[in-house]
C-alpha cells in the first residue's frame, strides 16, 4: 500500500490523542487506550526495529505494545520466496531485543517460538 508507513503513524498519533495510555481495571482488563499490536515477519519485513523506535520516540516506551510471533504463509504468500515461512526463533529474539534497546516494558511477548529449537535458524 502506497504510503502504508506514513498513515499507520498518523492514525497512531491520533488514537493515542484521543485515548491516551491503556489503562486497566483491578483484574487487569484493558478498559480504555491504546495498545499496538505488532506482527514480527520473516526477514524483518515489518521493519520492527524502526516501528518501534518511532513508537518509543512519538508515544513514549510506555505505550504498550503486543509483539506477535504468529505470522503464518498463506494464499499468495507461500509462492514468495521471503514470506513462504514461519518466523524463526532468531528473527523474533531480534524484535524482543529492540524492546529491550528502547526501554519499552509495557505490553506483551508471546511465547509460541519459545518452544522451537534455539539453534535453529529456518
Excluded: C
Excluded at 484493558?30 to 516501528?51: C, F, K, Q, Y
Aim: proline share 6%; net charge negative; hydrophobic share 40%.
Amino acid at each position: 500500500m502506497p504510503h502504508y508507513v506514513e498513515s499507520n503513524q498518523i492514525t497512531l498519533r491520533e488514537m493515542y490523542r484521543q485515548v491516551g495510555p491503556l489503562q486497566l481495571d483491578e483484574e487487569g482488563i484493558a478498559r480504555r487506550g491504546l495498545l499496538i499490536r505488532h506482527l514480527v515477519m520473516p526477514e524483518d519485513i515489518s521493519g520492527t526495529r524502526e516501528v518501534l523506535r518511532w513508537i518509543a520516540e512519538e508515544l513514549g516506551p510506555d505505550t504498550p505494545v503486543s509483539l506477535m510471533d504468529q505470522y503464518f504463509p498463506a494464499w499468495k504468500a507461500v509462492n514468495d520466496p521471503i514470506l513462504n515461512r514461519r518466523l524463526t526463533w532468531a528473527e523474533y529474539r531480534t524484535a524482543l531485543d529492540a524492546l529491550d534497546e528502547f526501554n519499552m516494558t509495557a505490553g506483551f511477548v508471546q511465547e509460541d517460538l519459545m518452544e522451537l529449537d534455539m539453534t535453529s535458524t529456518v
